[in-house]
């Protein structure tokens, strides 16, 4: 009887040994998929289907599916970059060209008042037509990741000063005001970060009455160094706000000015990007403040 129970413990034994090695084996096979998947260097020469278990097998199909599907998906990307690339080299010359004939005809001395106010206009909307296709294109190079971003330390006070919208200010006679910034390090893209930032006072301007004001402050927070971007304009309903930072978004209030409905989104995709976010706080009638909210690490 003892006997019978020893050959017993030992035949359990040595399926458990058995088990315990056949598991071992599959989870270091399938560590060692994940780890190439991981590090980008996965080949089918790497494993092949005798060899492996079910569990090995349907791993290393997943796997597979799914570099093909990124593989597809750089494929795609790479053909947007030039096709990015094409437009604004195609465009560019011809755009300039129009701009370039128009100004000659309205200097021209022999063009009559109405012909140059028909100029002017074609001008006008030249203008338009470049600064949307600039504005596509660098919404497809961020989303499509042509180029990146690339953060650094910077002076939020360098920042705030190296943007200049005073022009478009004093067009309107709006007052500008930037208060005093305190000497805030954060981390972002100097150059995107400013194209954001100027769109947002952008927007601030022109949505703002003759007369009106448009006040730039900066805040220190533990994680993060605040933008406040306020203005005494006419102000977004509650309705509109989760809106107005979606492509192409115009609300009905604002049809009769000029613009495309891009710049707010341009710059959430930068700033996000950047690790921060925006935050919109507005009344209608009473103005809108746009906090933008940078990460310090």
């Known amino acids: 009887m003892y006997f019978v ?25 399938a560590d060692k998929m994940l780890d190439s998947a991981i590090d980008g260097v ?6 092949t289907e005798e060899k ?3 569990i090995e ?7 597979s599916a799914g570099k093909t599907a990124q593989n597809k998906i750089n494929a795609e990307r790479n053909s947007i970059k030039t096709l990015v690339s094409d437009i604004s080299h195609q465009t560019k010359t011809p755009i300039s060209n129009i701009l370039l004939y128009t100004q000659l005809l309205r200097e021209a001395q022999q063009t009559s008042k109405k012909s140059k106010e028909l100029l002017f206009q074609i ?3 030249t203008e338009k037509l470049n600064f949307l ?13 042509a180029f990146s971003l690339v953060p650094n330390k910077h002076s939020i006070k360098e920042l705030i000063y190296g943007i200049d919208c005073t022009a478009a200010a004093d067009k309107k006679n709006i007052k500008l005001i930037i208060d005093d910034i305190p000497d805030i390090i954060a981390v972002f893209d100097f150059k995107w970060t400013i194209e954001a930032i100027s769109n947002i006072i952008d927007n601030a301007i022109k949505y703002t009455m003759r007369g009106g004001k448009v006040t730039i402050s900066a805040q220190d927070y533990e994680m993060f160094a605040r933008i406040d971007i306020s203005d005494t304009g006419i102000g977004i309903s ?6 107005i930072f979606t492509r192409f978004y115009r609300s009905p209030s604002v049809s009769d000015e000029s613009g495309v409905g891009i710049g707010l989104y341009l710059s959430r995709e930068i700033i996000t990007k950047e690790g921060g976010y925006i935050k ?3 009344k209608v009638s009473k103005g809108s403040v746009f906090s933008v909210f940078l990460p310090k690490k």
Do not use: C, P
């Open 42 to 47: 996965f080949s089918e020469s790497n494993f």
């Open 133 to 145: 296709i600039q504005s596509l294109i660098k919404i497809s190079r961020l989303e499509n990741g």
């Open 52 to 54: 492996l278990s079910k």
């Open 280 to 282: 919109v706080a507005s």
């Open 238 to 243: 509650e309705d509109e706000t989760a809106n």
């Open 5 to 29: 129970f020893s050959v017993i413990v030992f035949i359990l034994i040595i399926f458990s040994a058995v088990i315990y090695f056949r598991t071992s084996r599959i989870l270091k096979s």
């Open 123 to 125: 001008e006008s909307q």
């Open 57 to 63: 097998t349907k791993m290393y199909r997943y796997i």
